[in-house]
Each structure stands twice: as structure tokens, then as C-alpha cells.
């Protein structure tokens, strides 16, 4: 079988997250290509060596840039904070490597769109993970759509809620940096639903909204003095979809009790869809079926669901991560075939063009089109 | 006992509703009034006979501009269409009764204006029955938040879900006609969400939104010909209340298989609550109580919990039209106190404010100031 | 139209009950025969005063001899406790009137063959009101199972739990003496049960179990001493029936936190349905359907769905006390059309066997038949 | 660290199951103990190379009692079916490991009091694996329940639904052959809801019951002749606990639609709680606090969860595998802290008399005692 090498940039949350998945793939699934787990790098010796041992990662290194040019390398995931993203993708697109990116693509489109160049100058496969996709229940939900089973989508209704700044003690964390990440909660969880709205709905060509800090000043991580929260507590859109479809994203950090609710609801011509990511193997299913109808609860753990045939028995529940290795099984099939799989840094565009629009439409307090959608303007 | 006599002005869904409401206030509760059911009122005799005999009511006519002036008449129900609000509280203010109005107030603010001008230049007690307000787990939200068990609300999320004109082939009905009905889902179920924002979180200062029809010709109800929707199947809000708080609020038909779903979940600072009318004896309170937190089911059907004295041991839940009966007595103690209700004319000229509001801010593609709140103006 | 004259024998919980759901009857469907409501009784003459103003009964009587016997009388509707249906069924039968009595029929075996004798000998129409049969949910599932939809039944699961004795300082009120109620939770409650497990799968052969009291003394209602407890806290069954399903049937007023929650399970070979009294609005239907297999939640509030013809628009759901109007509603049509409804006296009968079943499993702790079951007897 | 080799013998369901549980161990906990992934042994040499592959066993073998005898094995973990349990488990006593034995312990108490004998006689720490014990809302259970939050428990209410053999053309697999699998549901999966039962509430004194075998034939696995179904599809009992509790535990494989629904409720004097393997991550919870009073679902997702420090942020949810992670987790704490860890074959004797004394009942048609409990009788 063939074999790439791979090597993971970053290794906290999402370094973690992604150690597990390549070494999952393989546990679970049958790949037709097969990951090594060659090198693992962070700027933290202590801490890479730590997870490298952990997960069993072959080496660690501290030095992406050297990493990235490796000639033994073959696949770079990018797991790093948002402001990065830009480097490590043109250095690893100007050597040629296959590239996984954590989502947002970047934090802004002037980036994301030099990052989608690159990639397209080398000729590279690259990926975009955005690991929701690859829950089994969603991908139910879009082999549902795709089937017409719920008819013309009219309204999506996403909201994804958190709770983790509620108190007005925790500290500023590099997330509530702008030059860092970008913006708060907009690029981090409401890009997230904007994915789905797009995977399952289509294109979004327009949106007003706001962006909301309700605390505006926190405690240093390293304690002391107060600094300024520079990013968005909570984002709130309207939107407009090619299709005619019409809805609404809302994602914030400031919804005390819900830890992680990543949900939608579809209503279409036909029938109803709706998730919640804290319930992540189940999918409602509303059809018309006279007396009969209702809104049905998929226990999406059978082997006929999208990736459960790796998995247990019916009615065996998976977890969070295995979405990760899903996106890694899909990135290695697509390897295998030499195709380009989804989502891609051209997702990662046309997620920043929506991500920005709610920026724009949130200072001009109007409707703002999405660019290059649906007004000529091509990626 | 003091006793008032009632006419009621209509006698089909609404009409039904109130007619039992009047009669079962006194069969489950100790009022301190005694409503004797006079007379009901609709153009149709046959219908307002048959409802007359089956609810008890003493008399029947088809007549309104006599009946609201009878001598022997104390208070006047206004339970028609929206656009014949206007003539009747008029007539009814003029005549010095006492008035409930169901919601909206009127079709525009305009109109809603001139009503409330009617009944203070009247001396009249008035009240506009939002009965959503009077639903146990609701008035138990209310009476959770004022007593700061959820601290300061941050978020409001309403959505009133409906399904009933999803098939192009239902007709178009009065509702669906903008000189009867004022407007579509924005006047007559995004009103109720909004009246729960206002009740529950605060004033509306501003909106942005949109109003979309989907179907925009459906059979005449008589057959034959298609005629032109002349209002919305979906309207779609932003909101920012006067304390800080950030909201939406969502009002649709084409919510393929919910049927009344009216929703809403308020996040505050300490906690969250959420309520849904399909499971209106049930609140959902979140509160921090570290490993132990948690979103609580409380079944809303025990002795403590607001109105349900009057009615069943624990446990055994109540239904819609309780909503009205709760309404009722809620009257019956204001007469008999000879104080305002609530919520009264002017809570139903607030409300046009806000739907007058989205309706400009859907022309005008930018946010909107709620006429009279936050801008020094005054109702 | 027939009129038919009714005197309710008690005024209190039942009572309230009942005196609405004849009410209600006329002013929500279209009765076949109309009902007054003639004269309620009850032995404190204030009380039952006071609930025949508030629900329009022409009359109220302390003496129930005298009621029963009356010339002017059609109906009579037995709402007291279970001690005292014995003598009033008898001479309501001997007078030849039609008859409605609450469960459980009797206090025992011998006393519900005496009243199933005495109505048949008096040619009466008897029903026994089994309340929850009249559930729309549940009548819906009976539709269900009886068009096959869920095959061929295997178990049946009961569950009726409540928790208004789980502190030790309830009183002991008369539902807790043996010769007034006959017995506790088995009586009371476990019966509701046992009528739908013979409703929706059919008659029981055998049982084992057990009856516990956990707390064996309480206060006198009174005050000052403790009296003993003489009845069962919770009964627990296993139960086979006729058709091969096996099932458990559980009561228990010990369940904190449960109020009133009257839940079952059925698994077919085709299909499954639940039910909870507390979300009694909806029915929960399994069938398969292959990748789309799920529990379907039906809110049961179509106007396809059983009784909902007469109450809301779909979606606005309706509560304990309809299930009391849909029963008088059948006893009219049974009436207009002089044949026996169901569930009656013979019904009656076949629950004490099996409550009697029960009691003899209990002390001798090991399986034992339902009278009259299976055995060749007959009833 | 210290280091410990482990041997795995069994590699179908439960082998990768563990298999995959020893390695995640140490990738997301700090273990005090360091596992090698030595061998791991099956008859079917290609079946068990792969697995070995998959997971990265250091090496594979065929015969396990080789495997068991060698000088460099530390921990013999035994995942084969039931009737083997006993041979190896002997073995690998007398060769003085660490064991670690799938639930049921044997297929029978004479062979589970032996295999304690052994591990007794060889002075072995020995674990029985019930991985339910070691989720992590359970593990919370456990933890309330023992902070007195739910008061003396009355009501224990296990029920294990399946439904796997609802079609009768499912092939009579191993695990309905009663000289494998020893028994049916019984063994498989009521053992496991009444292995909860012990650990939640105490121990069972006292049993009735009946075992049900609804298609008594099916299709050998290899097509053609119908074969024999050996043992119970479905247990349905009523149990008494030491404590005064009383319970009933059912399990199936006939309850359509409930595909691993493993659940419990528990009601005790102060408070209750409940839970259900299909929503592992749920625990709910009820405490009495007045107007406030309701069923809480915890999402035990936080930190400050059992268990839950090594995977994701909040309200990430995990799966059905990481219940065997956290039970080896505990099994390399007790080996580290030289004690011995729990369940262990103790709880393995304990559970098989349960199990006998089910069988007991269903023959005897009555009640029967737990030998051993309760009765003056020590394991």
C-alpha cells in the first residue's frame, strides 16, 4: 500500500485532536493509503515531545520551516492559531506538499486567497477541516438533502452557543486577540455553522448582522492588570441564500448553559432536518406522512450511516474526535484517487468572504453582499 | 359579588377561545368579579347562534356598533380581524367600557395610536390579550428573571415555527390579505415573540430584518382562480433591547412540521431559560452549580407555579386555551382592583412600533430605530 | 335532539372532572344526544354547592339514594371513592339508568361481579371511565397497533409513577386506608396501567410481584398521631398475555421528581410506541425504515388524529381534562346509539382479577393466574 | 515508569475494544503505569494479525496458553466468549498476571467461584471489566449517590433494549448457543444493567422472573437448516435490595428500535436520577427545590467529570469506547498502587448468582433467593 508521511504543525487542542485522527484511520478503517506519523512540531520543545509520545509521532521538531521542506514529507496538517495559517500553507505549497488546514483558512480574505494561489501555483491537494461535516449525522443529513428527501430548502436557522466567557474573570486568552485570531466568535464557531449552511444549503449571497463584546475588558492570563477583549463575544446574521432559501447564524460565547450547541434546523418544501452537535449521533428527520408524521430521532450509528461501518455495533455512540478522523480518511481516499477532496482552501475563501461580510454589514449597519457571490465576481 | 357583563365581537378561533374562557375563569378560580356571558356578536347568524348556545352565552347578535353601546354592557371583547379593531374599540372606548383586544392592536401604528388615544380619553381599563404572557411556565420565566435568578439577560433567541402554508396549494385566506390582516407572519406570530422579548428582557430599540414570501399566488379560497399573498410567510429580525441585550427573532409558515412552535431561549449573565408552546406545561432553567449544572425540565403543573391553583394535582398538565381563561381572571382582578392590566393598549402600540419598524427596516436593507424607544420620543 | 338528564355522585377531584367534561362535551363537539346537568351530590352540602354553581348544575342534593332514584334522571356518573361505588351502582342499575363510574370499578373481585350482575340485570348501558384510554395519543396508538403497524406485540413496559408520598409528613389521608381505598398504588394508579396494557395488547394471564410500603405510619390528616398505613406505596408486576407478549406493570408514589408520569413501552415485531402522560400530546412510533429508522415524535394534535376535531389548530396542545370529555363524548354516542361502550363494567371486573391476581402473588410469592383468564372460566 | 506487558486474547468486538482502550490510556491520561501493547492472541491467525496491525500489538499469537505462561507478560486481559473465560483465566492465575476478565466472569457460579479461587490462591490483582461502571455520567451517579444528593434509594429501574434478533431470519450466531454463551440476554446484557444496580444501589437479595424465547429457531449462520435458539431472548425481573429498595430489570432483544438503550432510573428518599447509554453523556438528576424542582441534564462533559480531565473542552461529547479506556485507566492506578482494582471476580461471583438465581425463578415460577446474600452465606 502506499504510504504517506505526515507532519502536524501545532499540537494543543487541535494538534491533539488531529495526533488521534491519523492514528485512528488506520485503526478503524480500511485506508487505502497509509499514513506514517513521521513528525509532530511545536514551538514548545517540552510540550511537542510530550504529545509526540503520547500519540506516537516518529519525531518532534520545533522548527515548522525546516519541518514543511522536509523532502520525507508528504502531507503538512496545519493545527496552528489562525495568524499562521499564511506561512505555513505558502511555504508547504511552494514545496509541494499535500496540505490539511484547520479552519478558518485565514483571518482575513487578502490571506486566504494568497493561500488558495499558492496552493494552485504548486499544484497541491489541499483540505480545509472543517470536522463537522464528517459527523455521521450530517453527512446523513446531506446524503438526505442531496436525495430530495426534505424538497427545496427554505430556511436555515444555525446557532452555535457556548458559554466559556461568561464570567467576566476569565483571562484574555490569545483568542481575544484580533491580531491573533482573527475575530471571536464569528471565526471560530460561527464559521463553523456558515460551513454547514453552505455544505447543506448552498452559497450565501448576502447578510446583515452585528458583532457584540459584552465584556470588553478581561484579566491577563498571567494575572495582574485588565486588557482589552478585541474580538466579538457574539455574532448574530441574517442571510440570503443562492437558492432563494433564507436564515439566520448565530454564534456566541455568552450562552450560559450550553457548552458546545452547535445545531441547525433546515425547513424545506418538503420536509425538516435538525442537528445539535452535544447530541452528535442523533439526526431529526420531520417528512409528510399524514397522521403519521413527526419529527424522527436517527440514531445515526447503523452501518448503513455515513462512516459507522468502522465503528461498533448499532446503538454504540461515538465521540467528538472521530470527526477528525473521518476528515483524515476522506483526505487519504482522496490521495489514493488523486483527487481534490472537500472542503477545500477554496471553501476556506468563500468562508472568509462570508465572515467579512458580517464585518462590513456589522459597521454599516445594512445588508452587505457576500463577494464574488452571486454579483459576477468568480474565486 | 361585583358583576360585569360581557359582549364578545367574534365568534370563530378567537372567539371560541374567549367565550370558553369567560366561563371556565369562574369554574376553576375564586374571581372577584363575577362575568355574566351576555351577548356575542358576528356578522354571521347562524355561526354566532351556534357558538352562543354551545359557551352559554345569554344572547347573540350581529350587530357590534349596538352591542358594544348597550347601557347594560361592562366590558367589550374584541376578538375579529385585525382591521376592524380600530371601529369597534372606538366605539367601545366611547361608550366608557371596559376592553380587551386580541393582538395585534391594530394593522398599523397609526391606528394602534388613535385606539390607545380612545381609551385614556375614555377613563377605560383596556388590556390586549397576548396570552402567551399567562401561560404558567411563562409567567414563571418572568417571575425567575425579576427575582435575578438568570442575572442580566444577554440573549434573546425566539422563534414562532408554523407549517401550515408550506403546500402551494393552500388557499389564500384572509390572512393572507394585506388590507384584513395588516401583515403575514410579522403581525400575526412575530408579534407573540416579540410581545415574550419585551415581557421578559426589555424594550426594542432597534431592528434589522427581513419579510420574504415564497408562494406569492395561491388559490382563492372559493376555488378557481389564483390570487396574489399580499404578506409575508417569514419575517426575520435582529434586535438590540435598552439594557444591552442582543436578540432574534424569528416568526415563519413554512416551518415544515412544526405546528406551533413558538420558542424562546433567554441567556443571562447567571443563567438560561427556555420554554416551547408544544410543551407548554414545561420551563427549561439552566443555573451554574458546578458539576452538578445542568438544564432543568421543571414540569410547571405544581400548586407554587403561577395560576395553576385553579386547576389539577401535580403533574396532570393543562392545555392552549387555559392561556385565555388565565387572561380573563387576570382582568377580572384588575376590574376588581379598578387598576390597568397588562398588557394594555399601549404595550399594543409599542408592539406595532417594533412590527413597523422591521417592516421599514425590510425596505430600507439597514437597521432600524423603534419609533418612541431610546430616541426621547414617549408613547 | 335527545336530552338526557345527569346527577354526578361526588364533587370533589373526580367530581370538578367530570362536571367539566359534560360541560365541555356540547361546547366542543357535535353531540349526538345533548346532556344537562341536572343535579350533583355530595355529602358536605357547602362544598358541593359551591362546585355546582361553578360548573351550572341546576341542582345539588346531599342524598344520593334519593338522586339516584329520581324519575327525572337518565345518567348517572359515580366520581367517589372506590368503597361506595358498590351500593350506588346497585341502585342506579336497579333504577334502570344509565351508568358511568370511575375506576377502579370496585374494591375488589366480589363486589365488581355484583355490580356487573346488577347492570346487566337491569339492562343498563354501564361504562367504566378509564380516562387515559381517551388520550388522543393513545387513542391514536390503538389505531396503530390495530392497523398493524408495529406487527405482532412482544413486550409491554408500564410505568406509572408519582411522588406526593415520598415525604414522610404526608398524612395519612383516606387513599392510604384499606377499607376506603381498597388499596394504593395498585388500585389507584397500577390499574390505569393494567387497562391500557389490556387496551393496546390485550388480556392478562398470569403475574408475579410484589406490594411495599415504604413508610408504614403518617400523621392523622388532622394532626397529633400517627395512624398506620394500609395500603401498598408502589406494586411492581411481571405479567404474561394471552397473544405470548410479556411485560412489566409498575406503580409507585415513591418516584421523587415523577408527578404524574403515566408512561408506556410497547415493542412489536414490526414496530414500538411510547407514551408519558406528562408530554400527553405526543406518541412516539418506530417503524422501520432502513438508513431513516428513528422514534417519531407525533404531536397528536391533527384534526386527523382521534378527538382533535373538536379542539385547536394543530399544534396547540390540550390537557388532562379533555381526556374526561372524549369519555363523555363516547358514553352520548353510545347512548344515541343504544349499545354498550367501552370500556365497561365486564372491563371493571377483568382489572380487579388482575389487581386480585396481584394481591395473591404478593403473599404467595410466586406467579399466579387471572381469574377467569385463560382458565376456561368466563365472566 | 514502570512498565507493564500486556497480553490481549481475543480480537473481535471486545479484542479491538480493548485493544484500542490500552493504547488511548496513556495518549489522553497521565497513567502512573506504562502499558506495552505486547501480544495479542486468536485462533484465526489472518484475524488476529490484522487486528495487531491495526492497533500496533507488538506482536500476534495463536495459542493462548503460551501467550498466558510467558515470563515477559504482565496483564492478561481476556476478551473471548464466555466459555472460555474459565481456562484462561486458570492459567493465567497460576502464573501469577494481573487479569483483567470481560463481564460475564463464566457462564456459570460453579465456574466463576473457581476462577475467584485462582486469582485468590494465586494472589492476582484481578478486574472484572464492566465498562459501564467507568462512564463518565455514571461515574457521576455514583459519586451523587454517595454525597447523599438522591437520599435512601427506593426504586431501581434497569431496562437493556435491543434489537437485533427482531427479525427471525437473523442466523443463530454463538451467543445463542447455550454452551457458549451460557445464556441470552441474560448473561450478555442483564448482567450488565444489574452489575449497575450493585453499584449504584446494593446488593440484590431476591429475585423473580421469567426468561422468553420468542423465535425458538433461525437460520444457521452458514445458511440452510434452521438450528435451535438455546437460550432466553428476553429477562424480565423484579429484585429486592439489601437496602430495603426494590427494582425490576428487564433486557431484550426484541425491543424494536432501541438499538443499545442501557437504562436506568433510580428514585431515592431526596431525590432521583436517571440515565440511558444512548445519551451517555447525559446524567439527569432531580432534587427537590420547591417551584424550582425539575429533572437536570447534566452534560458530564466538564473537567470537574469523572474521567473527563483527559479528553475535550466542555460539552465535546466521547463514545462508547473511552468507557474501556477509563477501565483500563483504573486497572493501571490499581497496579501502581499495588491494590486490588473494582469490579473485580468477586463482583463476577456476585453477579453470577443473580444470574442463577434469575434462571432459578424462571423455573420455579416464585421468588428466589441471591445464594449467598442475605442469607448468612460469605463468597
Not at 499562521?84 to 511552494?94: K, N, Q, S, V
Not at 498571567?222 to 486588557?227: F, H, K, P, T, V
Not at 445515526?300 to 473521518?326: C, K, L, Q, R
Request: glycine letters at 10%.
Amino acid at each position: 500500500m502506499k504510504k504517506v508521511n505526515v507532519a502536524l504543525i501545532g499540537y494543543k487542542f487541535m494538534g491533539r485532536a488531529h495526533s488521534n485522527a491519523w492514528r485512528q484511520a488506520t485503526s478503524f478503517f480500511d485506508v487505502p493509503v497509509a499514513p506514517a506519523l513521521k513528525v509532530i512540531c511545536g514551538r514548545d520543545e517540552a510540550g511537542v515531545r510530550d504529545v509526540a509520545a503520547r500519540f506516537g509521532w516518529q519525531e518532534h521538531a520545533t522548527d515548522w520551516e525546516e519541518v514543511v521542506r522536509r523532502d520525507d514529507i508528504d502531507v503538512v496538517d496545519i493545527c496552528t492559531p489562525g495568524d499562521t495559517h499564511l506561512p505555513i500553507a505558502l511555504a508547504a505549497a511552494e514545496a509541494g506538499k499535500v496540505i490539511l488546514c484547520e479552519k478558518p483558512l485565514a483571518n482575513n480574505v487578502a490571506d486566504a486567497e494568497r493561500m488558495l494561489e499558492a496552493v494552485r501555483a504548486g499544484g497541491c491537494l489541499h483540505m480545509l477541516c472543517h470536522n463537522y461535516r464528517r459527523v455521521p449525522a450530517v453527512a446523513l443529513a446531506k446524503r438526505l438533502i442531496d436525495e430530495g428527501r426534505i424538497g427545496e430548502p427554505r430556511h436555515y436557522r444555525g446557532t452555535y452557543l457556548q458559554d466559556w466567557l461568561v464570567r467576566p474573570d476569565v483571562p484574555r486568552v490569545w483568542r481575544l486577540e484580533k491580531a491573533r485570531a482573527g475575530s471571536g466568535a464569528l471565526g471560530d464557531i460561527l464559521s463553523h455553522s456558515a460551513d454547514l449552511a453552505r455544505y447543506l444549503v448552498g452559497e450565501i449571497t448576502e447578510v446583515c448582522g452585528m458583532l457584540e463584546t459584552f465584556v470588553t475588558e478581561r484579566p491577563a492570563p498571567e494575572g495582574g492588570r485588565l486588557l482589552p477583549v478585541e474580538v466579538d463575544d457574539a455574532a448574530l446574521t441574517l442571510v440570503r441564500f443562492e437558492g432563494g432559501a433564507v436564515g439566520s447564524i448565530e454564534a456566541t460565547r455568552f450562552a450560559t448553559g450550553r457548552r458546545n450547541y452547535n445545531r441547525f434546523e433546515i425547513n424545506g418544501s418538503l420536509g425538516s432536518l435538525s442537528f445539535n452537535m452535544e447530541r452528535m449521533n442523533e439526526l431529526e428527520l420531520y417528512t409528510e406522512e399524514g397522521p403519521e408524521s413527526g419529527f424522527k430521532t436517527i440514531l445515526a450509528t447503523d452501518p448503513s450511516h455515513p462512516y459507522m461501518e468502522g465503528w461498533w455495533p448499532p446503538g454504540h455512540i461515538i465521540g467528538y474526535e472521530h470527526t477528525f478522523t473521518h476528515t483524515v480518511l476522506d483526505l487519504l481516499r482522496a490521495i489514493a484517487d488523486g483527487r481534490q477532496p472537500k472542503p477545500d482552501f477554496e471553501d476556506g475563501v468563500r468562508a472568509q468572504k462570508i465572515l467579512d461580510a458580517v464585518e462590513r454589514a456589522s459597521l454599516s449597519r445594512a445588508w452587505e453582499s457576500v463577494q464574488g457571490i452571486g454579483d459576477g465576481g468568480s474565486i
